[in-house]
């Protein structure tokens, strides 16, 4: 018997399903990576998260290396490259880990089809979250759409039935102390891929296992403040794990191990709310399983008939909001936070969105795509989640008439302003009161302050009360939906 795992969003040897399963099965096992050029094509070139994915699979290939194995590494795509590899080695079985978007289920459907006709096992399993597709359900064995009787469910079914055995470990790492490598693989460069070499300081969050080991050790001290800092974006509150769990440098099961042990340990309220943190990422994923058409659409149709601002104001308002650029203190710096870095804190993601959507009445989905661009943790379930959420149209979302305020949520949030001058240091020398609405500043504070409104910060796009009345009569078409 010999097998391939075949790594995809899960570049790690510890605790990993599939790793686990073909070593435990097979006598000799395989290892690949694909670059896969059907999903590359469409990248910028200088896109950060295949540099974070390219550093990540270096030292994916370091760790099989010091084993004995080797990471088998094309540029090609998967559809084609897995069949090959599977003739060229003579593989009798394909281990991967479960993909849950709509993309990636239909390219394994494919491949594994290609594979059945090589008379080659396909064969997949829950590794990226605890509780998959149909595994939490209503009484009435219907799939949830409202968040926290699905986390109640969750919880009973995790304790009732053994959390132990839903978060233990794969000994997977135990099991690759002497493999065998059946070719040398090099992995390519980014450049031969078409890519922008690697600048480490563009990436602020180191890569790879080591990468995330790092940023979970020095969470697990955070972990009972997590309740109280996680809103604030000053703060170093959450856990920053976002892009390791997208790209499976760090597995699912240890995190919620680590917010077990907190909870059993200290009663810690901190973990419990991280916890339900990690419960909303499964939540998510379990939506896109049974409502694929939330990718394009409104999770509650009757959402889909809002009518969004179009044409070249609404074109502006969109680019102001991309550059941070909207006079909104605490929207720009968030915008530039996440163009700066790929990453945006979550208070920040939900300011940020309901002001494109609800402030400049901006059709979600374009919001949505500027994320899935940016994010170097983008996740399309989540991602949509979150979107549908801030637009009211998603399961489980804010209600359409409740409309956050920006300047009241800077207030809150940002009080000392700490975030916003961190990313718009002209603002630095303005009173704190006034940061969060330089524009209703008297003319001396900003003349003191060195600000020039129009030249080195802009004026306001929207009036926020007004727009707030367009998007309630915007929003009127749904508003006894069934
Ligand atoms: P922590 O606070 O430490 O949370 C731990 C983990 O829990 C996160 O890494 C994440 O995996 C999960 N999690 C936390 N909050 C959520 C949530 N609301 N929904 C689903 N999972 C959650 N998260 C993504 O991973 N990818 C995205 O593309 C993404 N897009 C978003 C878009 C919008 C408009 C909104 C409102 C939220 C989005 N989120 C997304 C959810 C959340 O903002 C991020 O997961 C979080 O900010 C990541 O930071 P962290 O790892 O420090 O989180």
Redesign the pocket.
Known sequence: QRALVWFRRDLRLHDHAALYHALKQSREVCFAFIFDKSILQDLPADDRRLRFLHASVLELQQLLRTRGGELIVRYDAAESAIPTLVHELGIDAVFVNRDYEPAAIARDQRVATQLQAQSCAFLDDKDQVIFEQNEVLSQSGTPFSVFTPYKNAWLKKFYAEGSDFYARAYPSDAYCQQLQAPLRSEVPGLAEMGFAASLDEDLKIASGVSGAEALCEA?LPRLNH?DVR?DYPSVK???????H??FGTISIRQ?VRHALEAIRTQASSGAET?LS??I??D??FMILHHHPRVVQHAFKPIYDAIQWEQGAQADQHFAAWCSGNTGYPLVDAAMRQLNQSG????RL??V??CFLIKDLGIDWRR??AY??QK?L???????N???Q??ASSGCDAQPYFRIFNPITQSEKFDADGKFITRYLPQLARLDKKSLHAPWKAAPMLLQQAGIKLGENYPYPIVEHDVARQQTLSRYAVVKNPA
């Open positions: 969470f997590y996680r509150g959450p856990s920053y794990l976002s892009v769990l997208r995190l991280w943190e990690l909303w990422r939540f998510y990453y945006m804190h979550n993601r939900m940020t969105a919001g949505e994320f899935a994010l943790d983008f996740d399309l379930a989540a991602n989640g979150g979107w959420w801030a």
